[in-house]
């Protein structure tokens, strides 16, 4: 059961820019660290995050065809106006 204090595997989520790049209040940041401590589908979620920033971070642009950018341009437009 959660109390007020318990974060929710969909706010941790939401959260999880905020915590990579050290945005969380000190409360938020416990709250956070405390649910992703206890449940296994958040653990393991944010091991692939990690994993993703791990393996992201090192790409650079020239790695990326202009089809490829042109693809992922038009997809982000697409999620933008669908909102």
């Given at each position: 059961?959660?109390?007020?204090?318990?974060?929710?595997?969909?706010?941790?989520?939401?959260?999880?820019?905020?915590?990579?790049?050290?945005?969380?209040?000190?409360?938020?940041?416990?709250?956070?660290?405390?649910?992703?401590?206890?449940?296994?589908?958040?653990?393991?979620?944010?091991?692939?995050?990690?994993?993703?920033?791990?393996?992201?971070?090192?790409?650079?642009?020239?790695?990326?065809?202009?089809e490829a950018e042109q693809a992922l341009r038009e997809a982000?437009?697409s999620f933008r106006s669908d909102r």
């Open positions: 059961m959660e109390t007020a204090e318990d974060i929710s595997c969909q706010e941790l989520v939401e959260l999880v820019t905020d915590y990579f790049e050290g945005a969380l209040s000190p409360e938020d940041h416990a709250r956070f660290e405390e649910h992703a401590a206890v449940c296994r589908g958040c653990k393991a979620y944010l091991h692939q995050m990690r994993e993703t920033i791990r393996v992201v971070g090192r790409l650079e642009r020239a790695h990326v065809s202009p982000f437009r």
